[in-house]
Each structure stands twice: as C-alpha cells, then as structure tokens.
C-alpha cells in the first residue's frame, strides 16, 4: 500500500480553508480568519491557533482574506483545524453566487426523495439537504412569486449550483 503524504500546510500567517460538501468540493483558498458558525456559538478561527474540533450548526461562514470578505451558507457540519489546515464538511455555497429559484427546485426534489427514500443514512443526508436548502431561501427572502415566470429544470447537485468550481481528473490533467 502507498504511503499516505500528509496535506502541506500553508505558509506561516496564513489558513488553508477547505469546504468540502458530500458530493462535491466547493472552494479551496488560503485566508488571513476564518469565522464559523459553531454549535456554541460564532467562532474566529486564526492562524497558528491551536487544534480544535468543531461540530458547526447552519449559518454564515465567513472567510476574510487580502482585505475582503467571502460569506458562505453552509449547513450543520463539522470543522478539524490544525496545523493551518481547517477543512469544513458541510453542505454549503457561495452565498452571492447561489440562485434561490434553483435552490426551491432542489427543496420540492429533495422533499420527493425523502418520501420514496428507505433507507436511514440516506433519508439522514437527504434530511440535511432539505435542512439546508430551507436555510438559504429563508436567508435569501425566497417569494415563490418573484420567480413565477421561469421555467428552469432543476440543475443536477453540483459545485455550480452552490457558487463553487468543478474538480475532475481531465482538468487537473489540462492544468498540469
């Protein structure tokens, strides 16, 4: 079996933040602080702190870096920061860049899928889905009747749909 290469750490100063959704990646970046919405409340995460284990509940991410601010919705999840590393698992996107009609087209989906679903891990991962996606239309003041007029199919679960970039071997292939 090969030997397992630990993740580099980012340059002294500086968090490499990952959120990583079940299905997919949504962002990889370097930051200055990362803010997190943890299950006892808000907590800014700074370089070369010490490790932490966090479970985090839905809310506002925010990650400032290079004098700006990137806000991200994620879900509840969970956080292990150390060594200047802070991945975040959770459902999550790009809170600018996520389109609140597509957003309610997944929600009557997933609300479909939790009925005709048996299973319990996956009735639980649906379950959080939903949770989320109620959580983005509520923080995004979602009215049915502003979107009455389009028509859109619902687009497949993808880093898109949440703001993010999609990873596959053949880009990473054309990068090299």
Known sequence: MPEQIPEQAPVSGK??????????????????????PAEGGDILILPDRAPIFLAL???????????AVESYL????????????????AWGG??????????????SLANEAIRTTHSFLSRTEIAARIEFFKMILQEKKYRAA???????KPLRLSPELFGGRSYSKKTEK???
């Open 15 to 36: 968090i490499k933040v990952k959120l990583i959704c079940p299905l997919f990646p949504i962002t990889e970046t370097e930051a200055d602080k990362v803010l997190l």
């Open 57 to 67: 509940r839905p809310g506002r991410m925010l990650i400032y870096r290079d004098n």
């Open 74 to 89: 994620i879900s509840s999840g969970v956080c292990e920061f150390r060594r200047n590393l802070c991945p975040v698992l």
């Open 94 to 107: 790009a809170e600018d860049k996520i389109d609140p009609h597509q957003i309610a087209l997944q929600l």
């Open 146 to 152: 502003d979107y009455a007029t389009r028509q859109d």
């Open 174 to 176: 054309r990068k090299a």
